[in-house]
């Protein structure tokens, strides 16, 4: 399941995330907000968003969308099990090594710093990329133990 979920900043780019998964046939689930309020508060949707994505950490993906990205990143990175990254534009290769090193479960757009196109592009290239594992497993296995330890 793939969960979305943006505050005001990131309103509008959520929507069109949302079609364009739908178009592709992905199960979507969008944690809100259902209307645009320039007073709500990104953590109140991205603790949902991260919550459901830590039930099954391993097959859950979420996508949180704010002006920057980088607040909504570190508040889903509170939640015990997400790992959240973010993007705001440029090279696409950050979006594969975010998957393919890190096993990222979150994806946090920056919105006022993608197109639409972009954030598409970004968001289907994330959902697309497996993780390597290998090195890599070794290296995610020894975050999340010092998670559970905290």
């Known amino acids: 399941m793939i969960y979305l979920g ?4 990131g309103f509008s780019l959520k929507e069109e995330i949302q079609k364009h998964l739908e178009s592709l046939g992905m199960e979507v689930e969008n944690m809100g907000v259902a209307s645009f309020n320039k007073d709500d508060d990104y ?3 991205v603790f949902s968003v991260a919550k459901k994505v830590a ?3 391993e097959e859950n ?4 969308l704010g002006r920057s990205g980088q607040g909504e990143a570190i508040a889903a990175n509170k939640v015990k099990g997400v790992r959240a990254v973010v993007y705001y ?3 696409m290769e950050i979006v594969e090594l975010s998957r393919e090193h890190n096993n990222a479960n979150v994806l946090s757009i920056g919105a006022g710093f993608v197109s639409v196109e972009e954030a598409k592009e970004a968001v289907t290239l994330w959902l ?3 993780f390597g594992g290998n090195r890599h497993e070794r290296r995610v296995k020894k975050i999340s133990d010092f998670e559970q330890s905290q």
Not at 61 to 64: E, S
């Open 89 to 91: 534009g440029g090279d």
């Open 43 to 45: 953590p109140d949707i």
């Open 61 to 64: 993906k979420g996508i949180v």
């Open 128 to 130: 697309e990329t497996a």
């Open 6 to 9: 943006a505050a005001h900043a």
């Open 55 to 57: 039930e099954s950490p």
